[in-house]
Nanobody
């Protein structure tokens, strides 16, 4: 069974940091584009970051550029999202998802497997 499991969410004050982890099983994560998405209450799910399978290129939502960093550890079959300088508007459930084999980007329509999400709450 193909599975993605997120972890690392929690409660943090503005300006703080968290590192989210996405553990994959049932497939080799390094062959696919992998994306991080988030959904706040009452809001649409939006793409936060993506890492390409082909050349390792990374992409970020404009509002998180310079604060978030996506990375991959092929040996552990995991993808991470380091989140620094967190803001209250970053509060959401964060999901990782698998895109196309050999994919470069992470449009929502391409994501076929999703984790259950991990909650990030930024408040003072």
């Amino acid at each position: 069974q193909l599975q993605l499991v997120e972890s690392g969410g929690g409660l943090v004050q503005p300006g703080g940091s968290l590192r989210l982890s996405c553990a994959a099983s049932g497939f080799a994560l390094d062959y696919y584009a992998i994306g991080w998405f988030r959904q706040a209450p009452g809001k649409e799910r939006e793409g936060v970051s993506c890492i390409s399978s082909s050349d390792g290129s990374t992409y970020y939502l404009d509002t998180v550029k310079g604060r978030f960093t996506i990375s991959r550890d092929n040996a552990k079959n995991m993808v991470y999202l380091q989140m620094n300088s967190l803001k209250p508007e970053d509060t959401a459930v964060y999901y990782c998802a698998r895109g196309y084999l050999g994919g470069r980007t992470c449009p929502k329509y391409a994501m076929d497997y999703w984790g259950k999400g991990t909650l990030v709450t930024v408040t003072s």
